[in-house]
């Protein structure tokens, strides 16, 4: 069989040079996650498919993904997100490999913001409770100084309460 003129071995090797060029990775992602399982008495903790969900997208692209949280260790997952009613098929996907990436994650202050390209601020109501802070804010500052792409989604911009610019002003206003 030939492929635009080309014979099977020579298409092999052709393949072959440009999986050999690709890089491995896009780049890499960090999911930063509530470690906060309770606000006030309410039990909570993250949204499960607002981890999930990015984490698929982020490595089902070619990214490198880190999950890490606010205290380290296995991520609290609100319950209600993974009712019937909003149990996504993310969240089936990561019920499948055991939430392995949700368990024993490292903290957030031993990751450095330098070497990510993108951080992402999962959401889930846990975040108003851990994520305003000084040290997610000193983090995402960090990470904006440095030009990397921050983001968030629902509850996660409670991250960016208290991160400035360079000049000290808030990062957002």
Not at 52 to 66: I, L, N, S
Not at 130 to 145: H, L, R
Not at 147 to 165: E, I, R, T, Y
Request: net charge negative.
């Amino acid at each position: 069989d030939m492929v635009c003129g080309f014979d099977a071995d020579s298409v092999a090797k052709l393949k072959a040079a440009l999986a050999a060029s690709e890089p491995a990775s896009k780049g890499k992602v960090l999911i930063v996650a509530t470690s906060a399982a309770k606000m006030g008495d309410h039990d909570t903790g993250a949204w499960s498919e607002e981890v999930c969900g990015p984490y698929f997208t982020f490595a089902d692209a070619g990214y490198e993904v880190c999950v890490c949280s606010i205290g380290g260790g296995d991520i609290p997952i609100d319950a209600g997100s993974l009712s019937d009613q909003f149990k996504t098929e993310n969240d089936k996907r990561m019920i499948e490999q055991d939430c392995k990436p949700l368990k024993g994650t490292p903290k957030l202050a031993d990751q450095d913001p330098t070497a990510f390209d993108i951080c992402f601020f999962a959401g889930g109501h846990g975040t108003c409770v851990d994520f305003p802070t000084d040290e997610v804010g000193e983090f995402i500052s960090k990470a904006a100084a440095a030009g990397k792409v921050v983001a968030a989604v629902c509850h996660g911009p409670m991250s960016l309460v208290n991160a400035k610019d360079k000049d000290g002003e808030p990062l957002v206003k």
